[in-house]
């Protein structure tokens, strides 16, 4: 599947993040991003944006706020054509923690809210737009969003300088129906607008779902190495990186990375594929009762979880 | 997705025995018997038939032959709605082999084959036919086959009383556009016919592929607890339980199953996604040097892997 126009975001180390407390050290991240340069991945996400107004270092490791002095110990001024994101979500970021981006290491910004955010997410947008970031909005959950709702949330975006919105499947719920369905809505109400994706693996569908994005012309895609990601993961970036057919694209260093650094990782967090987060997404939920229930002792007690979440017969 | 035609197959014991030379004991298949009982799974694949002509009883436990009073020590007569299949590979059964299916425990013969082996599949099927069996022929590899060929053993299809033809992903190396003009191509070259799914995982898309399937009108559906299967194993027969709507399926079941002997097996057999079969799918070869590999102590060392099979710039 070529075309020029798809970009590839990397989002290990920030939605990674979300299962260790961004506690990873430099080696990690310094790993993920030589990996990512010569891969020819287009972003790399390196964490979110917030200060400790919002929350404690001591609990959240550095990609949990990604001040510009811990991103640039690794990469310095990044002088190479990956370029870097940092998300920021509505509720837990103020318009002073950016930077003009002329004084910045970071050349993206997106922008995380819930539907009934949409309001602010498009102020800090465009405030983003304007100290000269790039900016997307990523409006997460939407497989729990009313028609009506969503519609109008579209119609906020229509009516803003924001360029590139994304199908966030958050819960992992979806399959490629109803991401064409999506896909179809999106660019329906932002033509010549860039659409994004970036799915969750709950149903291990992460990866065909982003797929489905690419045949319904979304360009932006976000993978994570080896799936990391809160829950079940995300699309996993070797899957779609050898799938696509760019010749700009390199797996080789994926798979170096992946050696290195996520296997070892993966002895120490359970992230991926199990039948708690599978539940979850068959029942569209959010995944923290699944998660406290693989961080807790009664791990392996799956029907325990089966019994404690379906109260229907919905999964019978 | 409700269909009432669809028809669910369970092959953990018949798949997940090519990672353990079929050493399941008893408790093992009466656990997953019960559980596509109690699911509703239409059709369990206790294993292979074949004779100790072709292959050791020492090196193969009891589901590479399937006789019939070790499949009866496990379900008696089977007075269940589950029907009993057995997979039989051409060139490694004979005739004499099958009772009538009067006498036998088994409702259903499959018979595997490669493409240039159709004549004697259509032969071995029509045999199992007149026996009285509900048969199919699954045409493996055909990621493999070329379009010429492909259409010839299509035609020896639609001029046999064979009912059922399966689209088989041997290398799991299709995506969904792929599985979408294949079956286009058998239902069109076998109106009426039923046309089955059996997918691997090696790209995470068994599940979605097998979505794709329904889509398109296949109503044979192949999966297996916890996906167990040859090298990154099958559809996980609990994601696609739980995403069919037909009201006569149960997930609960398949969930204690997997709880109780699938997830005990998981930390003795290395089946499921992992680099080398990614690998393996994307440049569409049998799992054999894969499964060498993930089975060696080099395991971990994905890149050496990566550098061994990938010897152009496909992947780069």
Redesign the interface.
């Known amino acids: 599947m070529f075309r020029p126009q798809i970009r590839v975001l990397d989002c290990t180390v920030r939605d990674g993040g979300l299962m260790n407390e961004w506690q990873f050290d430099d080696d990690f991240v310094r790993a993920v991003y030589n990996a990512c340069v010569e891969a020819g991945v287009d972003y790399m996400e390196v964490g979110y944006r917030t200060s400790e107004k919002y929350f404690s270092r001591k609990e959240n490791g550095p990609w949990k706020f990604c001040f510009e002095e811990d991103v640039r110990r690794i990469v310095g001024d990044n002088n190479t054509p990956l370029k870097l994101s940092v998300m920021a979500d509505i509720g837990r970021v103020d318009y002073e923690d950016f930077l003009p981006a002329s004084e910045s290491v970071f050349d993206m910004v997106r922008v995380a809210c819930y539907v009934h955010q949409m309001d602010k997410a498009v102020a800090t947008a465009e405030h983003c737009l304007d100290k000269g970031y790039e900016v997307t909005i990523n409006l997460m959950a939407v497989s729990k969003v009313m028609e009506r709702d969503l519609d109008e949330a579209l119609d906020d975006v229509a009516k803003s300088r924001v360029p590139t919105l994304y199908i966030v499947d958050s819960f992992g719920a979806m399959?490629?129906?109803q991401v064409e369905a999506l896909a179809k809505k999106y660019h329906a109400a932002l033509p010549g607008r860039t659409i994004g994706f970036h799915g969750h693996?709950n149903?291990?569908?992460?990866?065909?779902?982003t797929?489905?994005a690419i045949?319904h012309n979304c360009n932006m895609l976000d993978g994570s190495l080896l799936g990391v990601g809160r829950g079940a993961g995300n699309c996993?970036l070797?899957?779609l990186m050898?799938?696509l057919k760019n010749?700009k694209?390199?797996?080789?260093p994926l798979?170096?990375a992946?050696?290195d650094k996520l296997?070892p990782l993966s002895k120490q967090i359970a992230w991926?594929?199990h039948?708690p987060y599978?539940?979850g997404g068959?029942m569209n939920e959010h995944p923290r009762s699944a998660m406290a229930w693989m961080e807790s002792d009664r791990r392996?007690?799956?029907?325990a979880f089966?019994?404690s979440v379906?109260t229907d017969d919905t999964?019978?």
Chains 1, 2 share one sequence.
Do not use: M
Request: hydrophobic share 50%.
């Open positions: 399959y490629c129906e693996n149903r291990q569908l992460a990866f065909a779902n797929i489905e045949i996993p070797e899957c050898s799938f010749p694209f390199r797996v080789r798979v170096k992946i050696q296997i991926g594929y039948i599978l539940i068959v392996d007690d799956i029907l089966y019994d379906v999964l019978a």
